[in-house]
């Protein structure tokens, strides 16, 4: 049973950059999917990116050319590269862990971190 922690956010102006960091302690964590989903205040909880065991990815469209989505199996690591901030992106970012990538579509599991802050101010 994987168990996961998020870190890497914080405050940055528009524009500006941060990586979000996921990491697994399960010793699978390198068979699963990875999907990062988004909350802001009001707002639906949205997936923003997602990643398969052999690197297949997929995104939003709102991030796309903005955010990378990646792994390092060694580490048991899942980082998500954020560019080009904008206020809009403001959320708590949580990593899912486990669910399924079929048809460049991610469905979550019941895995979830506990979540990073990321504010963007304008």
């Known amino acids: 049973q994987v168990q996961l922690v998020e870190s890497g956010g914080g405050l940055v102006q528009a524009g500006g950059s941060l990586r979000l960091s996921c990491a697994g302690s399960?010793?699978?964590?390198?068979?699963?999917?990875i999907g990062w989903y988004r909350q802001a205040p009001g707002k639906q909880r949205e997936l923003v990116a997602a990643i398969s065991s052999r690197g297949s990815t997929n995104y939003v469209d709102s991030v796309k050319g903005r955010f990378t989505i990646s792994r390092d199996n060694a580490k048991n690591t899942v980082y998500l590269q954020m560019n080009s901030l904008k206020p809009e992106d403001t959320a708590v970012y949580y990593c899912?862990?486990?669910?399924?990538?079929?048809?460049?579509?991610?469905?979550?599991?019941?895995?979830w971190g506990q979540g990073t802050q990321v504010t963007v101010s304008s």
């Open positions: 399960d010793s699978t964590f390198s068979s699963n999917a």
């Open positions: 899912n862990a486990g669910g399924l990538f079929i048809g460049r579509r991610y469905f979550e599991s019941e895995y």
